[in-house]
C-alpha cells in the first residue's frame, strides 16, 4: 500500500490497517490519529511530524523509521521493532513502549531513559 492510498482510505473512515505493507512510505505530517498498524511493516518510513496519538503499532517494524517529531502521545507501540529508529523530539507522553526494542543505532530526545519504559536493548 502506498501513502496515497492509505490517506485516501484513512479520510474515507477507515482505520483499520493491521498488518498492512507500508515499508518506505512518505507521511511527512500526515494526521492518522487512532490508525490501528498492528503488525504493520513501516520500515524506513518517514513518519516526521505525523499525528499518531492514541494511534496502535503494537508489533509494527519500524526499523530505520524517521518518528522525528512525530506526535505519538498515548499511542501503544508494545513490541514493536524500533532498531534504527529515529524518534528526536518525539511526543511519548503516555504512550506504551513496553517491550519495544531498540538499538544503538535508535535516536531518542535528550533525557528519555528506554530502561524507565521497559524497552528492551538488542
Known sequence: MNAEELLKRYAAGER???QADLAN???INAYLVGVNLWGANLEGANLAKAKLWGA???GANLIN???TRTNLCGAKLTEANLRKARLNYAKLYGANLS???Y?????FSRGFDPNSQN????
Open 99 to 101: 517491550g519495544a526494542c
Open 65 to 67: 523509521a524517521n518518528l
Open 103 to 107: 538499538d544503538n543505532s535508535t535516536r
Open 25 to 27: 512510505v512518505k507521511l
Open 16 to 18: 483499520d490497517f493491521t
Open 56 to 58: 496502535n503499532l503494537t
Open 119 to 122: 524497552m528492551r536493548k538488542v
